[in-house]
């Protein structure tokens, strides 16, 4: 089948197909790892469509054919890193261009803007994109993107994506939205009115905690060929393996998304009922404040939960140290589950700046495991923080 076909195929069905037809030379089943450099050409200037591997390779051309077919895109380009793809957008920019992005984003998306992009003339504003009216007031006519993230990271805030779009209607604007947490199974921003989609494929794209990559899907065939030229000359591109690794873990992309969903509605609602836990943090909770948006644009609510703890930073920090399959570590969308304390590891580079997150917060990436194992494991991990809290006779 060609990918017009496969356009056609539900989704886990082009995960595991589109852009991955047999190889022609062999009839290999998997999509080869083309591990070169650079191509022979029949003469001068003619060429089979590769010439060197920063341009394009067969790997990744293969990975970006999937990746634009799951997100419902036109095209996709693949970059080396969640923020390779973040920085390759913001060269859409210009000195004195103005990007509003969320109160509650990536820390590594706002260092970029504020210590990187700012010193260069471009300038930036927080706004809590949950809050339409918000957004409305914080648009300047020199708004050149709109950042979104939804769920976002840590606080798993729904941005109602055809809320946002729609006030953008009348202006230049791009709408641009992370969809890292919940990946394109879960959620479609640009089917919501998004101009651009943003992924670290290195989270549940690739599923298995081994790769790094980014990803960029759009329409707009002018935004294509200004990203293209600058992933060319800037150069942050995915190796073939990379690429390869990636192209692997889509293939599993709804089953695991599926598991880590029911996961993590079980463990939010254990969380719920702990005495040592003050809020959680998850848009399935019927308690979410905009639980009734993620339901009209998300599929299901993923494996990203968040929550307070009662005893302050002590209390966060030492839940975060005491679980045993929960482990101590940075990133999410793994098949393990992890743990970690947003204001001491990811977001650390927010601090003091009016997107810092509590002390007090600990955020979970939900695996695959038996539910019943991550359970009995938070359990014990609580029971040791709430113990330690009571004070001696």
């Known amino acids: 089948m060609n990918d017009d076909q496969w356009a056609n195929a539900c989704f886990e069905t082009r995960a595991i197909h589109a852009g991955q037809d047999p190889d ?24 089979k469509g590769y010439e060197y591997s920063r341009t394009d390779n067969p790997t990744r051309t293969a990975l970006q054919t999937a990746l634009a077919s799951l997100e419902g895109g036109a095209w996709c380009l693949v970059y080396a890193s969640g923020l390779a793809a ?20 990536y820390g590594g998306t706002y260092r970029l803007v504020a210590k990187v992009l700012a010193p260069w003339g471009i300038d930036f504003s ?27 990271n840590p606080y798993l805030k729904i941005v109602d994506i055809r809320g946002v779009a729609d006030l953008l209607a009348d202006h230049p604007a791009r709408l641009v939205v992370d969809n890292t947490f919940a990946s394109p199974y879960l959620q479609q921003p640009l089917a919501h009115g998004a101009d651009l989609v943003l992924h670290s494929t290195t989270k549940y794209l690739g599923g298995h905690s081994d790769v790094v990559g980014g990803a960029v899907v759009g329409n707009d065939p ?3 060929e200004s990203l293209k030229f600058h992933q060319n000359a800037a150069g942050a ?71 307070t703890t009662r005893g302050g930073l002590e209390a966060a920090a030492a839940v975060a140290a005491q679980t045993k399959i929960f482990q101590l570590a940075e990133s999410l969308g793994g ?24 002390a007090t917060l600990v955020r979970l990436s939900v695996g695959i495991e038996h539910v019943d194992d991550l359970l009995a494991d938070l359990k014990q991990a609580l029971s040791v923080v709430a113990e330690a809290a009571v004070p001696a006779d």
């Not at 062999?26 to 003619?46: L, N």
């Not at 098949?335 to 509590?358: D, K, N, R």
Request: net charge negative.
């Open 222 to 224: 002018a935004v294509f």
């Open 126 to 152: 927080l706004v809590d994109m949950g809050d339409l009216d918000a957004v409305r007031g914080a648009i300047r006519p020199q708004t050149k993107l709109v950042w979104v993230e939804t769920p976002t």
């Open 24 to 47: 022609p030379g062999t009839g290999a089943v998997i999509t080869p790892i083309f591990q070169t450099s650079t191509y022979v050409q029949e003469a001068v200037g003619i060429h």
């Open 237 to 307: 591109v995915p190796g073939p393996m990379d690429c390869w690794l990636t192209l692997r873990g889509i293939k599993t992309l709804g089953v695991r998304m599926d598991r880590h969903s029911a996961n993590a509605r079980a463990v939010a609602a254990f969380l719920g009922q702990q005495e040592t836990v003050e809020r959680v943090f998850y848009p399935g909770l019927e308690t979410h404040p905009n639980h009734a948006v993620a339901v009209r644009q998300m599929r299901d609510f993923s494996g990203m939960v968040s929550f």
């Open 86 to 105: 973040t920085q390759n957008l913001f060269y859409l920019l210009r000195p004195g261009d103005h990007v509003l992005l969320s109160d509650d984003a």
């Open 335 to 358: 098949v393990e589950s992890l743990i970690e304390h947003p204001g001491l590891m990811t977001h650390a580079s927010v601090a003091g700046t009016g997107a810092e997150v509590e």
